[in-house]
């Protein structure tokens, strides 16, 4: 997996943006490194684990713990922790596009505001699927770059672990 694939473009108006610690079981495969997206691993559950390839659906998947702040310090041995940005309504991210030619002009990202969509994981990289849209859908597309690829969202508060019910 990659750092960084998910980025802060704003705030909300705050400093900083608040971060909660999750547990990360021992012995898990991959590590969450900073910038990559989580959610909680069972219903009720403390440990959380890396969004997969068309993650988050609301209601069918775990609920979403946020973006990774920090890398984990889970080990083979031990279980460690993920400090995880609170993904918040009002904080926009910022991530690449699946595909750079769906977003490589700024008419082609002012037709994807408004679209729900899902994360793509593809080849040890979490993008944007601009293609995946569905009304329960977990991602809000909000603008974008068009010099750089990239897809700007906000995360639904019903896709997340304190917005709604565990399912």
């Keep these: 997996m990659a750092r960084s694939d998910i980025n802060i473009k704003e705030t ?3 400093n900083s943006v608040p971060t909660d610690r999750w547990v990360v079981a021992s012995g898990q495969t991959l590590k969450i490194k900073a910038g990559e997206p989580a959610k909680q691993n069972a219903t009720s559950d403390e440990n959380v684990i890396l969004l997969v390839d068309a993650d988050l659906t609301i209601a069918t998947d775990q609920p979403m713990t946020g973006v990774a702040a920090t890398d984990s310090t889970d080990t083979v041995a031990a279980s460690g922790y993920s400090d995880q940005y609170v993904p918040f ?3 926009k991210w910022e ?3 699946k595909s750079s030619t769906a977003v490589d002009t700024q008419s082609e990202v002012d037709a ?3 679209e ?3 994360i793509d994981l593809t080849s040890s990289v979490f993008t944007i699927d601009t293609t995946g849209t569905a009304a329960t859908a977990a991602f809000l597309i909000v603008g974008g770059d068009p010099n750089r690829s990239t897809v700007h ?3 639904r508060p019903d896709a997340c672990s304190y917005g709604r019910a565990a399912v």
Excluded: S
Aim: no cysteine; aromatic share 6%.
């Design 112 to 114: 994807l505001i408004g």
């Design 12 to 14: 909300g108006g705050r």
């Design 153 to 155: 969202f906000r995360i």
């Design 89 to 91: 309504a009002d904080i």
């Design 95 to 97: 991530i690449k596009a």
């Design 116 to 118: 729900l969509t899902l």
